[in-house]
């Protein structure tokens, strides 16, 4: 085989390979990816039970850097915190154990066969259950249909691909460095090790001579893990610096007790091929790895903490988005948590300009004027980033559920818009009261006062009947809005009789009435988001 041809076998084989984990990880998703957020949420309070839940992450991602992004966004989520991270995070790699022994079984040869039976359950069945499991089986002989072209490239190499594969095991660092390289370029330490294992069934590097190369592509995926997050937010840089932290304990663990582990490997693996004793090394070094890093825990964090330290907030609001990172669309479920966080942001925001706007109306405080409208400009531009992320979500498969909570949320969204836009309105009120020196009676003021305190609890009841999940709390909002509704009828009646009787000068009923219509049609658009909660 010429050189030309190797290249076409090793470069189409290892996309295959990849293709093949990345359609089994989304078959995976889809299967049980509802319930990553659930398991993340309920079963890491206690480190063993963060380590197992780390474990299933990564199986269902087939990918540990694909776990670290799913871990940051529960961070910033709130859901997770840095202590639960770290044991999730070892549960994590230690995870990546199961995939390398899957890609060391030899059954390349069954890998058509697997193939037909995927695409069988995939086309031909119309239950999207069976079609997800035919998606995972189609991704599974895939990746071995791939690995089985990289071995047959290798099998007829060329003697100058031999020498050069011969010589890694001559000089170690070169074999680290190799192992990085390998790993950044495939963007994969999974697809690093399915090559490297085919390389060592094959017998074109000795088992001394794997080791250095298997070592570095773990740090390689370390590396991955720090350009994904260039940008990112300083709770991500710190799961991150952990995941660097780990490799390197790691590595420098397995050299320092590199003679008696690899002799443990091979004593295990005796009568297996070198691929299969590859993979017993490969678990010893995330076993020992994790063993040591749950007894440092505490050492991590503050390492972590001291080195990358938090800023001080800025009293100033901040534009942008905090939630709606582009990585997460590879996963739409994550990436729907996510649009639903940055939704729950831009409710409070517009909650905080109710009560500015509020606030610059009874006290004439300019401060809270300029608060009230930099806070309804970023709910305005929020609504343009959430929309748009969302429909780059639509761009990806979804399950029906998905779908139906995807267009909720675009709704959602134009509510808490809609929301923002009202109280704009009565900032305006206000810059024309106080410009035409309106003044209102007594009796209005507390009326006035009585809605705003029934809209403020309206908006804050709704955001966490939406955080939640609530249905009770979404019908407490239907319940509350239709009080709202009865108290702008019944002062507006009351607002007549005192103009009938010349206790009310007209300009200011104007602005009075204005002020119960905008109040209440926030309550309008709060019960909107409550039924969509209670549908």
């Known amino acids: 085989m010429g050189l030309q041809d190797l290249i076409f076998h090793l470069v189409g084989g290892v996309a295959i390979f990849l293709f093949g984990i990345k359609y089994m990880s989304d078959g995976l998703q889809k299967t049980a990816g509802d319930q990553i957020r659930h398991l993340l949420a309920s079963y890491t309070v206690h480190p063993l039970l963060g380590i197992a839940v780390g ?44 995939t390398v022994f899957i890609v060391g079984i030899s059954i390349e040869n069954y890998a058509l066969p697997i193939i037909t039976m995927g695409v069988i359950l ?57 192992g990085i390289v390998l790993t950044v370029l495939l963007t994969s330490s999974n ?23 298997m070592l570095g592509s773990n740090i390689g995926s370390a590396v991955i893990a720090c350009i994904a997050v260039i940008g990112a937010s300083i709770r991500a840089k710190r ?21 008696p582990l690899i002799e443990l490997s091979l004593s295990l693996g005796q009568a297996a091929t070198m691929n299969i004793e590859l993979a017993i090394a490969y678990s010893l070094f995330q076993l020992l790895t994790g063993m040591v890093c749950i007894l440092f825990v505490p050492l991590l964090l503050r390492i972590t903490q001291s080195l990358i330290q938090t800023h001080q907030p800025s009293a100033e609001v901040l534009f942008g988005a905090q939630y709606l990172d582009k990585r997460f669309l590879a996963t739409p479920s994550m990436a729907l948590e996510q ?13 905080e300009t109710l009560m500015h706007a509020s606030q610059y109306f009874f006290e004439q405080d300019s401060r809270s004027a300029n608060l009230a409208l930099k806070k309804e400009a970023l709910v305005n531009e929020l609504n343009r980033l959430i929309t748009d992320y969302m429909v780059a979500i639509h761009q990806h498969d979804l399950t029906a559920g998905e779908s139906e909570k995807l267009t909720g949320l675009l709704h959602v969204v134009n509510d808490i818009e ?43 009841r709704t955001l966490y009947a939406l955080e939640h999940n609530d249905r009770s709390a979404a019908a407490d909002v239907r319940g509350r809005e239709a ?12 607002h007549f009789s005192r103009l009938n009787e010349n206790l009310c000068k007209g300009n200011a009923g104007a602005i009075f009435l204005d002020m119960l219509s905008n109040l209440e049609r926030i309550g309008d658009h709060s019960k909107n988001i409550a039924e969509y909660i209670l549908k």
């Open 239 to 259: 799961v991150v610096f952990i995941q660097v932290l780990y490799s390197v304990i790691g590595t420098g663990l397995f050299l320092l007790l590199q003679k």
């Open 191 to 213: 697809a690093a090790m399915g090559v490297l294992q085919t390389i060592a069934k094959e017998g074109l590097i000795d088992f001394q001579g794997l080791i250095p190369i």
């Open 418 to 460: 809609r929301i923002g836009d009202h109280a704009e309105n009565i900032v305006e009120l206000a810059e024309y009261s106080t410009r035409n020196r309106v003044q209102l009676s007594e009796v209005a003021i507390s009326q006035l006062h009585e809605m705003i305190d029934a809209a403020d609890w309206i908006i804050g």
């Open 122 to 178: 995939f086309l031909f069945v119309h239950y999207k259950r069976i079609q997800y499991i035919g998606q995972i089986i189609l991704g599974f002989g895939t990746l071995f249909l791939g690995l089985s072209i990289v071995r047959n490239g290798l099998q007829s190499s060329t003697e100058g691909v031999t020498s050069f594969l011969m010589n890694l095991s001559d000089i170690p660092v070169i074999g680290l460095l190799a």
């Open 55 to 98: 474990i299933i992450v990564t199986l269902l991602f087939q990918s540990a850097t694909g776990a670290v992004i799913l871990i940051i966004g529960l961070m910033n989520a709130s859901i997770l915190s840095i202590r639960q991270a770290i044991h999730v995070l070892i549960g994590s790699n230690i995870g990546t154990i199961f």
């Open 339 to 351: 649009a639903q966080n940055e939704t729950l942001r831009m409710g409070n925001i517009a909650r």
């Open 483 to 494: 009080d709202l509704d009865r108290m702008e009828h019944e002062f507006r009646v009351g």
